[in-house]
Structure formats: structure tokens, C-alpha cells
């Protein structure tokens, strides 16, 4: 049975910093993109990051360039998103994702996206 599941999110205030995690099992990790959508309710869903596989190329929207970090320890099986300088406007729920994807299509051919897992509420306080 394939799993991701994220673990992380929370209450912060903005200015303040989170580390959210993806573990997975069921797939052979190694062979799969990993990425970070986020979605607030009513609004289209974003694709934030994503690590390619094999090569470690990162990718990033425009609106956490600078501030969000991807990572992915293979070992584990667990891909990792750094949040800092955290804004009211970055309070969403975020998931995790596993794909073919090999360039910056990760970030939004969320159809062609191979697994989710079931999201990790972030919420920033102003």
C-alpha cells in the first residue's frame, strides 16, 4: 500500500519558521520526483516546490523563492519542506506529492502528479 504522510504543520506566527515532513512507504522512493502542493480552501491548489529525481534539481513558485527549502533524505524515504519567514498569506494546507515529472512541470502538471498524501494544515497568525 502506497503512504505519504506529512507530519509538521501547525500554529506559528508570522515571521516564524516550520520543518514539514513526507514519509513514504509502498514505492520505491528513489524513482519518484517529490514536491509540495498547497491549497487554501476555495482557491486553486499551488505548487510550491518540487526535488527531481536522480539529479536533485530544486524548483520553487515565485512566492516562497527565498524563504522555503525542499529536501529529500532517499535512506528514509522521507522528503522534507523548510518554511521560514512565514507569512498569514502561506496558511494553507500542504501536501505531499510523488511524480515522473523531470523539469519545472512539477510545479503545476498536478494532473500527471503519481501519488498525494492527505495534507498538513499550516496556519500563520499575524
Known amino acids: 500500500e502506497v503512504q505519504l504522510v506529512e507530519s509538521g504543520g501547525g500554529l506559528v506566527q508570522a515571521g516564524g519558521s516550520l520543518t514539514l515532513s513526507c514519509k513514504t512507504s509502498?514505492?520505491?522512493?528513489?524513482?519518484?520526483?517529490i514536491g509540495w502542493y498547497r491549497q487554501v480552501p476555495g482557491k486553486e491548489r499551488e505548487g510550491i516546490s518540487c526535488?527531481?529525481?536522480?539529479?536533485?534539481?530544486?524548483y520553487y513558485a515565485d512566492s516562497v523563492k527565498g524563504r522555503f527549502t525542499i529536501s529529500r533524505d532517499n535512506a528514509k524515504n522521507t522528503g522534507y519542506l523548510q518554511l521560514h519567514s512565514l507569512r498569514p498569506e502561506d496558511t494553507a494546507v500542504y501536501y505531499c506529492?510523488?511524480?515522473?515529472?523531470?523539469?519545472?512541470?512539477?510545479?503545476?502538471?498536478?494532473?500527471?502528479?503519481?501519488?498525494w498524501g492527505n495534507g498538513t494544515l499550516v496556519t500563520v497568525s499575524s
Open positions: 509502498g514505492f520505491t522512493f528513489d524513482d519518484y520526483t
Open positions: 526535488m527531481i529525481r536522480n539529479d536533485g534539481s530544486t
Open positions: 506529492t510523488a511524480s515522473s515529472h523531470w523539469g519545472s512541470s512539477c510545479l503545476w502538471d498536478y494532473f500527471d502528479i503519481t501519488y
